[in-house]
């Protein structure tokens, strides 16, 4: 049996929350994916809701409980596993252009992905529209830290 878009779509969207949820060591409640392309740039970044807190990937420690003085757990947030992290969702997200454009389908614009550890479940977001390019101020990182304070006000 053939593969169909959708098939090779979600593939590519399961390995990218994959990879975040290895990051964090399978120790997150929620994790926020969030992906853009616009003509010839690719962006990738990702937050997480662990222990009830709201973190960007380089403050996953920021949420770690203290017991007895001492932090709960400790994630390798190191420059070079972040820089991992955010690589193999780049050529992710190149990936799901390639199939976009193998399967004649429009590419997305902006991803915002959710995605539930408890559930297993996960909740996209799509837009087809250009977000940032015809914007001489605004840029991917911006549109970034927006959902992240959305959501993580919206949540508290």
Known sequence: MTKSFEDYFSELQADMVSVCLEYVDHKAEDIYLYCSYEPETYYF?????????????????????LVNGTQEYNYDVSRDRQLGLLNI????????????????RE?????????????NSLVANYKYE??????????????????????SKSQA
């Open 45 to 65: 970044n990702v937050f997480y809701r662990i222990n009830k807190t709201f973190v960007l990937k380089h403050k996953v420690n920021d949420a770690v409980r």
């Open 89 to 104: 969702c780049i050529e992710d997200l190149k990936k799901i252009h390639e199939v976009c454009n193998a399967f004649n």
């Open 107 to 119: 590419m997305p614009t902006e991803m915002k992905l959710h995605y539930n550890v408890e559930k």
């Open 130 to 151: 250009l977000v940032y390019s015809n914007d001489d101020e605004l840029l991917p990182d911006d549109l970034f830290e927006q959902w992240f304070e959305e959501i």
